[in-house]
């Protein structure tokens, strides 16, 4: 056979072999490869919920941020407290619930607000009262998991926390360490700075690296972003890194549109301009909103999941499992010493019953004495 035939029959034979393997792979096609759609189809179904908590200074701009975030009116009950008011309050922790829906996914957003954070005198509770808000959401959730019915439960913990730094610092205060050392090991804290349009370009990027540095010195542990995949589009990398360069993302809210150019738009008016909040060169409002809302909601409840709440889960079982031990031995103990009570009263008993059998014993002896000397004198009297 010439070398052109070999090639020829060659070719015909791997043709033969590739339309067997095709028509093996639609014969073998066994259907798990819809499984994704299944899943995908059985959460929408479902509904989605995520848990934010914003902490901060008051007047930095939290509520307007989060109806900014979320396009909606969360606060319109809010009641803004007086100076006085705010000097004495403790810190409280307020729930709003709202649902949205778009294209069909619906998600049931609960905003954690701590009102009066850091306006008292007294700093040192407002983060123990975050603290306990936190601890309390993962106790529940612990109680409800391990409980009789699980079919239902409602997930309160905590996925994300906002953590707002004010523009008019050098750097982070001492009561904004002190919260994200307390609290970095139980939540995703994602630090912003607040207002940004109250400082210039370089000013932010002094701000950015100089909270960086000292979150870098206090050892704080805050969000890591997940590693993109190798095999994600060049696109998609790019956006990923833009994302993690950005942190702590600076951000402007306002809730007023305004007309620019014919162009509706969201931002705060100047007497010198109009600072834009979607726009990327004023801030990082809509990189804030994309890792929040379309790439990393589900990687924050992924992480509250499996690394802060199993912590919780293993420190709390821990815990649970020593005071058993410490009650055990506290009773051991106790039986001991009423076991050791019952053996002294039974040898009390046993010598107070000796005594009297010696002192009957003695009784007899005399009795019978006083019986003999009284027949002996009767006898010397005949
Ligand atoms: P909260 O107490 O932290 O919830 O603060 P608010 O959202 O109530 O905002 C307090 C004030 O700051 C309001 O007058 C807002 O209009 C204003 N404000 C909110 N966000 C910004 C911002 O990004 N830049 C500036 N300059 N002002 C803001």
């Known amino acids: 056979m010439s070398r052109s035939n070999l090639q020829r029959t060659s070719v015909r034979q791997s043709k033969r072999k590739y339309r067997k393997r095709v028509y093996q792979t639609e014969d073998e096609y066994v259907g798990f490869a819809s499984l994704p759609e299944q899943v995908h189809r059985k959460a929408v179904k479902k509904g989605f919920n995520f848990t934010l908590m914003v902490v901060g200074e008051s007047g930095l701009g939290k509520s307007t941020l989060i109806n900014s975030l979320f396009l909606t009116d969360i606060y319109k009950d809010r009641q803004i407290p007086s100076v006085e008011d705010r000097m004495t309050k ?68 905590v996925h994300c926390c906002l953590y707002f730094i004010s523009p008019c610092g050098h750097g982070l205060k001492q009561v904004d360490v002190e919260f994200m050392k307390q609290l970095h090991e139980k939540v995703n804290i994602v630090p912003i700075i607040a207002k940004a349009d109250t400082l210039t370009a370089a000013e932010v990027c002094k701000l950015k690296n100089r909270v960086l540095q000292e979150i870098d010195e206090h050892g704080i542990k805050i969000y890591e972003f997940p590693d993109c995949d190798s095999d994600e589009d060049e696109d998609f990398k790019q ?106 009263a039974d040898r009390l008993l046993q010598q107070k019953d000796e005594e009297i059998r010696r002192m009957q014993e003695m009784l007899k002896q005399m009795q019978e004495q006083l019986h003999v000397s009284g027949g002996r004198a009767n006898g010397t009297a005949c």
Not at 105 to 113: E, P, S
Not at 127 to 136: R, T
Request: proline fraction near 2%; charged fraction near 35%.
């Open 90 to 157: 403790t810190v409280e922790i307020e729930k709003r619930q709202i649902d949205i829906e778009e294209r069909g996914v619906r998600l049931r957003l609960t905003v954690v607000d701590t009102p009066g954070y850091s306006d008292a005198l007294n700093t040192q509770d407002c983060c123990k009262a975050v603290e306990n808000f936190v601890d309390e959401q993962f106790a529940q959730y612990f109680k409800d998991e391990s409980g009789v019915n699980r079919r239902n439960i409602q997930d309160s913990r």
């Open 239 to 344: 956006q990923d890194k833009e994302l993690k360069l950005a942190i702590p993302f600076s951000v402007i809210g306002s809730n007023t549109v305004l007309e620019v150019n014919g162009k509706k738009i969201r931002g705060r008016l100047y007497p010198w301009g109009i600072v834009e909040v979607d726009n990327p060169k004023h801030c990082d409002f809509l990189k804030l909103r994309q890792m929040l809302i379309s790439t990393h909601m589900q990687d924050l409840k992924d992480v509250t999941q499996d690394v802060h709440y199993e912590n919780y889960r293993a420190q709390h079982i821990s815990e649970e499992n020593k005071r058993d031990l410490q009650r055990e031995r506290k009773l051991k103990r106790e039986s001991c010493t009423s076991l050791d009570g019952v053996v002294d």
